[in-house]
């Protein structure tokens, strides 16, 4: 080789991105009410980052680690009759609310999702709710939405999964066990304006959307609360 020659550098492989799939179904004539469907999703991401099988040695703690080293994406598809009843027999999750049915799975490679999930809808995600929501009670985390965004259902059942993540993430070990004993608590409201502004300064976890769909990179989408980690 000459000293004109650069030496050979080997390839190095790009990491491979994975998604969190979650499935909601939203049958024509029964579907759903949104804030139902958007607290149903956020158990169901933490529902899955407890359970045994993504932990330690667990089937899918690979696959979980891999998603979780790199960003924790979330791809929120809707689902109903045989699609919703093919989806449910791929090793899944499924968690339920008042009205909703939401079923998480393990995470997949953006470019290798099974089948029967790929070929379900993205867009098109749009509920409503029927009445006044509940007040909040004692125990629920709140997954402060922002007021001065607009999202899909669908985003936003990604975004509220998010803030549950992240408040996972913050709580101490006492705090994941009290939670998850109680079945994981939580609620998902839209914050007053002047009240959001105290939110995102107070240091507690906030969503920073990557700006892919529907809002601009570094949006705050949401804040996750828990009145146990309130000084």
């Known amino acids: 080789m000459s000293s004109a020659e650069a030496p050979e550098v080997p390839e190095v492989p790009e990491a491979r991105e994975f998604a969190l799939p979650l499935v909601v179904r939203v049958e024509r004539d029964d579907p759903p009410a949104r804030t139902d469907a958007l607290e149903t999703a956020a158990r169901a991401v933490v529902v899955m980052l407890s359970d045994d099988r993504s932990l330690g040695d667990g089937v899918w703690a690979q696959a979980v680690r891999d998603w979780e080293d790199a960003r924790i994406r979330k791809v929120v598809r809707r689902a109903r ?67 001065e965004l607009r999202m899909s259902t669908g985003k936003e059942m990604a975004q509220v999964g998010h803030g549950a993540q992240l408040l996972w993430w913050a709580l101490g070990d006492a705090e994941r066990k009290a939670w998850r004993e109680a079945g994981f608590p939580l609620a998902v409201r839209t914050a007053e304006p002047a009240r959001w502004a105290e939110l995102t300064a107070s240091g507690r976890p906030v969503v920073r959307d990557a700006g892919f769909t529907e809002v601009a990179p570094g949006s705050c989408t949401v804040v996750a609360d828990f009145s146990v980690r309130v000084n």
Do not use: H, M
Not at 90 to 114: K, Q, S
């Open 81 to 147: 009759g045989a699609e919703w009843r093919k989806a449910s027999q791929l090793p899944g999750i499924t968690v339920t609310g008042g009205t909703a049915e939401v079923r998480v799975f393990p995470p997949v490679p953006v470019d290798g999702w099974p089948k029967e999930l790929a070929k379900l809808q993205v867009s098109g995600t749009e509920l409503d709710d029927a009445g006044a929501l509940p007040d909040v009670r004692p125990g629920q985390a709140v997954l402060w939405l922002n007021p």
